[in-house]
């Protein structure tokens, strides 16, 4: 009966896609984990880092889920 009260209280998490678009017109596309798109905004705002370095851009070139 614990078990089934637990998991009626959890909230799904979702999956939001986000896109970065850059001034120069390429669009960098990857999903972040988030309960609301709110949450999904901010969490995209921690992966700006990515976009200026040369380097870690590439990891945002293929489409997958970030941590």
Not at 28 to 46: R, W
Request: hydrophobic letters at 40%; proline letters at 3%; one cysteine or more.
């Amino acid at each position: 009966m614990k078990n089934s009260k637990k998991n009626a209280e959890k909230l799904p998490i979702k999956y939001w896609q986000v896109e970065f678009t850059l001034t120069s017109g390429e669009i960098l596309c990857f999903y972040v984990k988030a309960l609301t798109q709110f949450d999904a905004d901010v969490k995209a705002e921690e992966y700006t880092f990515l976009v200026e370095n040369e380097k870690l851009r590439k990891m945002l070139l293929t489409f997958k889920l970030m941590p």
